[in-house]
């Protein structure tokens, strides 16, 4: 059958298909798909680095509560105690159609010490690594000291800023937000991260300041290469063990057990072979006894094992 032949034959079954369409009730997204062209979805794919959004704050402002907002699911660990995120988590976000990364961080603190201090530092990285931020204040508190450090510490970034007031709950907040033009980045947004008021207008806000395609390269890789969940109880060095196969502190390490709440996950090179490692909190021995931040990370680990192809169990040596 020659080339002609078979462009006919192929032509004459899309017709028949498409005849099979109409007994349904598409929408018009279904529709768009089904006229786009071969191939156009993967263009979109190889287009470049999606851009950073770095979402950053003091602790307990509510930065997870509106990352899970953004997302549409509950991803990112929360609990009503300061410090619950401790590592820069990124996940896949969109909004009206346009994809980009979300960067949620543990809680920025003036004078840190020991596992706090590390925690700072991971929040600093992520700002490093974004293209913008969005920076997070509890608008019924109002700018604090820590808060004014914060807006020091993103000024030398020169990175562009979206100024959120978290837990305005209603009209009568509203006065409170307004006070943090006092910081001098511009509009505060009103937002609910709990309710999801004012979260539509933040994120069209967000989408206007980020660029098409990141500035900053592929620093959190999406997507591909094999994943390998690094199991084990609390406190065996899965997080030692990702920092030193990465070449970098890419995860919070200390010496208090549970560590680690959200899976965090890093491209690694091994040979000719590139890996996607996700480390894990801790399985603890009763689950279901466990309260707060620690059983839900006890289920993120759950999801990680079940998206992993692999996993690698480690157990301390020193112990029976």
Do not use: C
């Not at 899970?68 to 976000?93: F, K, Q, S, W």
């Not at 293209?131 to 700018?143: H, K, N, S, Y």
């Not at 690694?268 to 480390?279: A, M």
């Not at 021995?285 to 466990?290: A, P």
């Amino acid at each position: 059958m020659g080339p002609a032949a078979e462009g006919a034959l192929d032509e004459g079954v899309e017709q028949a298909l498409r005849a099979g369409l109409e007994d349904f009730e598409l929408s018009d997204e279904d529709r768009a798909l089904i006229d786009a062209e071969p191939g156009s979805q993967d263009d979109d794919d190889n287009a470049g680095p999606l851009p950073v959004l770095a979402v950053v704050g003091r602790p307990n402002v509510g930065k997870s509560t509106l990352v899970n907002r953004i997302l549409g699911r509950r991803e990112a660990v929360v609990e009503d105690v300061p410090g619950v995120t401790r590592d820069r988590v990124a996940y896949e976000a969109e909004w009206t159609g346009r994809r980009f990364t979300l960067v949620d961080t543990g809680g920025w603190e003036v004078d840190a010490k020991g596992i706090h201090l590390r925690v700072a530092e991971q929040a600093e990285v992520a700002v490093e690594l974004a293209d913008a931020v969005m920076f997070v204040v509890d608008a019924t508190v109002g700018a604090t000291d820590t808060d004014e450090a914060v807006v020091k510490m993103l000024r030398r970034s020169g990175k562009p800023v979206i100024l959120v007031a978290n837990k305005v709950d209603d009209q009568r907040a509203e006065a409170d937000a307004a006070m943090l033009w006092g910081l001098g980045l511009g509009q505060p947004w009103p937002v609910s991260a709990l309710h999801g008021r004012g979260s539509g207008d933040v994120l069209d806000e967000v989408l206007r300041v980020l660029p098409e395609v990141s500035k900053v390269g592929g620093a959190y890789e999406r997507g591909g290469p094999r994943r390998v969940a690094l199991l084990g109880r609390p406190n065996v060095g899965k997080s030692s063990l990702l920092n030193k196969l990465a070449g970098e502190e890419r995860v919070v390490v200390d010496n208090v057990a549970g560590t680690t709440r959200d899976p965090v996950d890093e491209l690694i090179r091994l040979g000719d072979t590139t890996w996607r490692f996700v480390d894990t909190a801790g399985i603890r021995r009763r689950v279901h006894q466990t309260r707060g931040a620690d059983f839900y990370a006890s289920l993120r680990t759950q999801s990680a094992l079940e998206k992993a192809e692999v996993a690698i169990v480690l157990v301390d040596a020193g112990e029976p």
